[in-house]
């Protein structure tokens, strides 16, 4: 509901609404977006060129940025279908990891979506197969092919702890148009990605809000606030994970358990797990001095603890963690203590648990300052999902999908919604 004044909490949800009302209003919602959306003659031609694989499930992957969430899926797939080991001794090595693909997988990306340039660049130097990149805005995309899955981490500014919590942010909106998709190419399943902030906004409700809209497209509904470290991520990161089963589909989605901390089979990742074997002065580093406002906390861990969560900017980034330990003077202030260097682009990447292989695009202008080509590399990083992370809770998704039958549909598909 839009509130008639302006400012800070211009939208608020409404609450004792029935479902059917919720429905009413999210499918209005749409209807308004979709006839905003100009009539493209070449999208019909665009969507006739995707090329699905008969032996597996197809999948669109919406806001994809650098792949995280997508290489996650990846390995998940490879490993119902050729068990962890295999999956292991090829991760490491881009040709191997090829070869294992070529062998077969559960699930194939048919469609991608990222409207900024240099996370799409990112996403089709690694994933060079027959996927079909879409740089478009999803606010201009009209139809979505149809698909099994679907997989995204849609914008979240407003939400996040580290931005403006504006309700009336209307980035926040765009979830509306990842329901679009949705109901336009009723996967089985979707899965949608945020940061903590998502819960705790307008007191709870707006995620109250969120969810039901979710249902309300004929979807099934859980979600959960997961810690990347449990899962074998060396990094302090809780986001939130909305899994969406269709209400026909038979599969109960159950969220896996931590494989990792105290009382665990595994001991949580350190830092010295993960970096302590990359180059000590590396020249992927954003440099400079530091803010004060960078200064106003700790923003050094010990090598035998987990990581901060990675920041989508060079600037903000953390501090590598050999030296001193930074020393708090005063309320929100701290001081560097000897030399000190922020984390580079590829430690930061090892945190986030992409191979040393995956390319980050950094523009290639090389008229451009080097913090600003490293910072588009930090940015895509710091927005990317773990990609173990990913892989843990996809991996229940892509073990069911193994057992069910692939459903070929090359019809032409121009969906009215209503």
Known sequence: MKINKRGRGKFKPLSNYENSDIKNI??????????????????????????????????????SGAGGLDLGLELASLVSLHGEEAVTKSFNSKEEFKKLIDKGTVTETIYSNDIFRESAITYKTNFPNQVIQDSRDIRNIKYFPDCDLILGGFPCPGFSSA??????????????????????????????ENVKGLLTLGKGEVAKQIMEDFASAGYKIKYQLVNARDYGVPQLRERVFIVGVRQDVDFDYKF??????????????????????????????????????????????????????????????QLWPGGEKMLKVGIDEWKLIGENRRLSVRESARIQTFPDWWEFHD????????????????????????????????????????????????TEKQLELF
Do not use: C
Request: no cysteine; glycine share 4%; charged share 25%.
């Open 163 to 192: 931005g403006p919590r504006l309700i009336d942010d209307e980035r926040n909106f765009l979830y509306i148009h990842f329901i679009r998709a949705i109901i336009q190419a009723s996967p089985k399943v979707f899965v949608a």
């Open 256 to 317: 896996p358990e931590p494989t990792h901390g105290p009382s665990r089979e595994n001991e949580y990742v350190t830092l010295e797990n993960a970096i302590s074997d990359l180059p000590v002065n590396p020249l992927d580093v954003y440099s400079g001095g530091f803010s004060s406002m960078y200064l106003s906390r700790n923003r050094k861990k010990d090598w035998t603890d987990q990581a901060f969560t990675i920041q989508a900017s060079g600037r903000q980034a």
């Open 26 to 63: 999210l499918f209005e919602k749409i209807y308004e977006e979709t006839n905003l959306i100009i009539e493209n003659n070449e999208e019909e031609s665009f969507f006739n060129t995707i090329k699905r694989s008969t032996d597996s499930h197809s999948v669109i992957s919406l806001f």
């Open 363 to 410: 523009g290639e202008n090389m008229n451009t300052q080097l913090n600003n080509r490293l910072d588009k590399q930090y940015k895509q990083i710091g927005n990317a999902v773990p990609v173990l992370l990913a892989l843990r809770i996809l991996q229940p998704i892509t073990d069911w999908l193994k057992t069910e039958e692939v459903i070929k549909n090359n």
